[in-house]
């Protein structure tokens, strides 16, 4: 089970930090993605970090900008989002998936959260 938390609303230029937290097992062995959604259109790929640690990726629209991480126990996945602009404003969701490269489709996810909702105001 995946739990996300972190999100909230804020100002353009802001900053969020999204947190990710598993249950019943650890983050050892899965790549960890972040996706985010907008109501009316389909989910996109914000980051992902493989389950190795050494692939990472990063949306066009958000390099430069976010940073994925994980911690040591392998319990968290974080997602640092800075400078921060209205078209970010989404339901974002972690998801886990085994032994992925971080450049995964989402549907190759096993297992995913409920969401958090990120609202940015210019």
């Known amino acids: 089970q995946l739990t996300e938390s972190g999100g909230g609303s804020v100002q353009v230029g802001d900053s969020l930090t999204l947190s990710c937290a598993t249950s019943g097992r650890t983050f050892s062995s899965y790549a960890v993605g972040w996706f985010r959604q907008v109501p009316g259109k389909e989910r996109e790929s914000v980051s992902a970090?493989?389950?190795?640690?050494?692939?990472?990726y990063y949306a066009d629209s958000v390099k430069g900008r976010f940073t994925i991480s994980r911690d040591s126990a392998q319990t968290k996945v974080y997602l640092q989002m800075n400078s921060l602009k209205p078209e970010d404003t989404a339901i974002y969701y972690c998801?886990?998936?085994?032994w992925g490269t971080g450049y995964d489709p989402d549907s190759d996810y096993q297992y995913w959260g409920q969401g958090t909702q990120v609202t940015v105001s210019s």
């Open positions: 970090l493989s389950w190795s640690d050494r692939d990472t």
């Open positions: 998801a886990a998936r085994l």
